[in-house]
């Protein structure tokens, strides 16, 4: 039988570890903030015909050893672009508009401008974003705990949290750019995430009633092992999808694609491992009767 209660601290651990290194990873290097957020460089370049976003950003990227943020396709016919990366020195800018005269037979007439800009993702943006997350995460919490009890309400939003702090240390463990992608996928996961632990909860809500007299970690036990094939299946089938898109996707689509999948194993993991585990927790620091085994 599967017993994840037994083994409650294995899976505590994995966890700790992972977000343990992202807070030192972020503390040594910090996060690989994009353009959008902290401001950089951007080099207008009129190409005059139809050009590969990825060749443009490996050529840049290889001439000036800085990692392009987005190459967009600009103009009425498509034929121009808009180059973005961090701030770029006046002898890197030269190395870069070097390389794109020499690689696509440019003329010094199509580089149009080489500009530093502002962020354009604001102080404002991220304030609503985080509110926005705050909002969802307390609506979640009163609808679960009017549907279950409170308990489970503290143990959902404990696995939320995880599944955020796991998504933040593969960015600073990995240096990942962080851009609106990060935004758009941490509020995405939030909703995806508790589908799977309403999932569980609702089910070991049926169980409790079945089995007034067992303890409660059994309950828990019985109804992971009910839900697993679901949670496995929903999982694979949302991991295949995001692969291929991963795959064949032009850059601005794998850049979300990757925090996406972050998101959906650390949903999967603290819905199954943990999300049972946190009420299990909750009860016994309140005391309630019939929680431990026997």
């Not at 609503?128 to 503290?154: D, H, K, P, Q, T």
């Not at 404990?158 to 509020?187: G, K, R």
Request: hydrophobic share 50%; glycine share 6%; net charge neutral.
């Amino acid at each position: 039988m599967l017993n994840i209660i037994k083994h409650r601290y294995i899976y505590y651990s994995i966890s700790a570890v992972i977000i343990l290194i992202g807070i030192v990873m972020a503390f040594v290097n910090g996060f690989n903030q994009d353009v959008e957020f902290i401001g950089g460089t951007e080099i207008s370049v009129a190409f005059g015909k139809e050009f590969d976003n990825d060749e443009v950003a490996k050529v840049v990227s290889d001439a000036t050893g800085v990692q392009v943020s987005s190459v967009q396709k600009t103009g009425d016919a498509k034929t121009d672009a808009s180059i973005k990366m961090l701030e770029l020195t006046s002898e890197q800018r030269d190395q870069a508009t070097t390389a794109l005269k020499e690689h696509f037979g440019l003329t010094d007439e199509g580089i149009l401008s080489v500009d530093s800009v502002s962020a354009t993702v604001g102080s404002e943006l991220k304030r609503n974003a985080l509110v926005g997350a705050i909002i969802a995460v307390v609506l979640m919490l009163i609808y679960i705990s009017i549907r279950f009890e409170i308990l489970s309400g503290c143990a959902a939003v404990c696995a939320l949290i995880h599944d955020v702090l796991i998504m933040l240390s593969i960015y600073t463990i990995f240096q990942l750019p962080v851009d609106t992608s990060l935004i758009a996928a941490l509020l995405t996961i939030l909703g995806y995430s508790i589908n799977a632990t309403i999932v569980l909860f609702d089910c070991v809500r049926e169980n409790a009633k079945l089995r007034r007299k067992e303890p409660f970690e059994n309950i828990i036990n019985e109804s992971v092992k009910q839900t697993m094939g679901r949670s496995v299946n929903t999982t694979i089938t949302t991991l295949i999808v995001l692969v291929v898109l991963w795959i064949m996707g032009v850059t601005s689509i794998r850049t979300f694609t990757i925090p996406i999948i972050t998101g959906v194993v650390a949903g999967f993991y603290s819905s199954v491992f943990l999300s049972g585990n946190f009420w299990v927790l909750f009860k016994k620091l309140r005391k309630d009767k019939n929680v431990t085994a026997q």
